[in-house]
């Protein structure tokens, strides 16, 4: 219906946060630098602006990594995942009123518990006297999964979702589910309505809405769910137009494939017979009952397949390495280009299966109790001759055009000696030809991306996901919990103290016991006194994890205590290194 022209979103400071006409050299052919397959799905993902899907319901595309899309009611628009940035969901609200008319948001629904569903919301509304619905239990694992492993997960992420790389034929091409993240201001309005059970319907602004919940999928939380009056089926991120992430590069806990298996056979079940449109919150549509059902089923297939058949290997004694080199597709399912693994791919996702039955461990003792990998990387250029010899068989391997081998090679080089400038340089070209050639959008940008680290390119910033709202809503037992795995072990070995938390705006009591070096948690402190009793709400308490000083706390006993406490704790390293030891 429309574009938004220039594609180019800024904060209030002018920074940019998100530049879609950086892509715009895609409209040309596919260079050498690129996969067809994949070049094609860029060309796809970067086509922006406001889309009807049917009568009454719009998404805006490419103005984020994921669609907004609007649902006109009575009254004003049901707004559905509003983004990953107030700015970018402002921008797309403001592309819609400009050609639909100045409604009110009358509605927000969250499909699941994924910042880019959620994290816009403030730019779409303050949330009041609306309701806004999510799956059950979406606060918990919205903010949960940014407490323990946050800062090595947006670490991880720069690689997967290229941030650092120019937008050009040789760099970033997206991430296979959109366009890439942008870079503005994360916010978080909470639900006041849950869904509980699949079957519950609700109507917002007279729109009647049919739920199934689909709980450890894509997300731990998560929901499709049914416009009846529409004859449109949102299928949130349970069915995109590629093969999804049984476990996402950037690292969390591994998904169930068998769980994503049986709940699209669900919606098949459930909503075939009453869609004439099927949609999601990444990608395009899919229109017909025949289309829809020939859609979903093949995505049904293609997670049963790669379940069962990684068990069925399993069983056969094979480890995830030799099962991802073995596992091959059905040709009816290879032929349907929305299987294909331009975010997700078959290699990772069958691991990651193996990963989620067996572990990390693969059975061999020899590998029970490995060198970690600078020291194991010394021994084996020793054993090789040395860094010229590892460099010459490496550069042999390239010519034979095993660059898989060649990278291992050279990565040993590295790990053996981070100063080794020509083996950093070679492993930068081998990683930046494989980035080339990977159909897969994730594995091209961590390739590219550890070869611009390699060559000492500076990187770029994430999204900041510890914004106001996602530390307010924190539990005061997930802000301990945090607290806890900040606290420097060897450095507390000798330390035993208990400190007393009464948060007086919540009205709780908590206990922290430092005991051997581990911060011990419990809600309700038992009989005895405390060495230390504070008193203060949980946003004093937050500001102390950001760094606030101590002084002026309320507090009886030994008030050195809690800075004891503090210089316990050990900030995380958010630019630790990957390719380089």
């Known amino acids: 219906m429309a574009k938004l022209s220039p594609a180019l979103i800024r904060a209030a400071d002018g920074r940019v946060v998100w530049d879609n006409d950086a892509y715009d050299f895609l409209s040309g052919d596919c260079p050498a630098t690129a996969h067809p397959s994949l070049w094609r799905q860029a ?21 984020d990594l994921s669609n907004m899309t609007l649902v006109e009611g009575h009254r004003g628009v049901v707004v559905i995942d509003p983004l990953i940035s107030t700015e970018c969901a402002a921008a797309a609200l403001r592309l819609y009123r400009d050609h639909r008319g100045e409604r009110p948001v009358t509605g927000l629904i969250y499909t699941h518990s994924h910042v880019d569903h959620f994290g816009g919301a403030r730019g779409v509304t303050d949330g009041a006297d609306i309701p806004i619905i999510a799956p059950a239990h979406f606060m918990e694992h919205a903010v949960s999964e940014n407490v323990f492993a946050g800062t090595a997960m947006n670490r991880r992420a720069l690689y997967m979702y290229g941030q650092l790389l120019p937008r050009t034929p040789d760099g970033h091409l997206g991430c296979g589910l959109g366009m890439g993240t942008s870079s503005g201001t994360v916010s978080l309005i909470p639900p006041n309505l849950a869904i509980t059970h699949t079957g519950q319907e609700e109507t917002v602004d007279g729109v009647r809405i049919v739920f199934q919940l689909t709980p450890d999928t894509e997300a731990p939380a998560e929901m499709n769910f049914l416009f009846p009056d529409h004859r449109a089926l949102c ?8 093969l999804h992430n049984a476990l996402t590069l950037r690292g969390a806990l591994v998904r169930d494939t068998r769980f994503w298996a049986r709940y699209l056979d669900e919606a098949i079940t459930l909503f075939a017979d009453r869609a004439d449109v099927a949609f999601a919150s990444h990608h395009w549509p899919t229109w017909g009952r025949d289309g829809i059902v020939t859609f979903l089923s093949r995505q049904r297939d293609l997670y049963a397949y790669l379940h069962d058949q990684t068990l069925r290997m399993v069983n056969l004694g094979l480890t ?11 040709p009816a399912l290879e032929q349907a280009w929305h299987t294909h693994g331009y975010y997700g791919s078959v290699s990772h996702n069958v691991k990651a299966i193996y990963q989620r039955y067996l572990g990390w461990f693969d059975g061999n003792p020899a590998h029970l109790w490995e060198h970690p990998p600078a020291q194991q990387a010394k021994r084996y250029v020793e054993c090789l001759g040395g860094g010229f010899a590892v460099r010459a068989l490496a550069e042999r391997y390239v010519g034979e055009g095993d660059l898989r081998f060649a990278a291992t090679l050279l990565n040993h080089a590295v790990f053996a000696d981070e100063s080794d400038s020509e083996a950093r340089a070679l492993l930068a070209r081998v990683y930046t030809r494989l980035g080339h050639g990977a159909e897969n959008a994730t594995w091209r940008n961590f390739y590219l991306t550890g070869a611009a680290e390699l060559t000492g390119r500076p990187s770029a910033g994430m999204t900041d996901t510890t914004a106001p709202d996602m530390l307010a809503a924190l539990t005061a037992e997930e802000v301990f919990d945090s607290l806890s795995i ?18 007086t705006d919540l009205d709780e009591h908590h206990r922290t016991t430092m005991s051997n070096g581990a ?15 504070l008193r203060l709400t949980k946003q004093r308490l937050l500001g102390l994890l950001g760094g606030e000083g101590v002084d002026a706390i309320d507090h009886d006993g030994d008030i050195a205590l809690l800075r004891r406490l503090m210089a316990l704790l050990e900030e995380p390293r958010p630019d630790f290194t990957i390719v380089t030891p």
């Not at 060309?43 to 103005?63: H, N, P, S």
């Not at 995830?320 to 059905?330: D, R, Y």
Request: include cysteine.
């Open 320 to 330: 995830s390495t030799e099962i991802a080199e073995a596992m091959q597709v059905p």
């Open 43 to 63: 060309q796809l993902c970067a086509k922006q602006g406001l889309f009807e899907v049917t009568d009454g319901i719009y998404q805006v595309r490419g103005l």
């Open 519 to 533: 911060l011990i948690h419990r809600r309700t402190p038992p009989d005895g006194r405390a060495d230390l009793t």
């Open 486 to 503: 900040r606290v420097n072990g060897p450095k507390a070995w000798n330390e035993r103290f208990a400190i007393d938390w009464h948060l």
């Open 235 to 242: 299928m949130a991120e349970n069915a995109t137009h590629n």
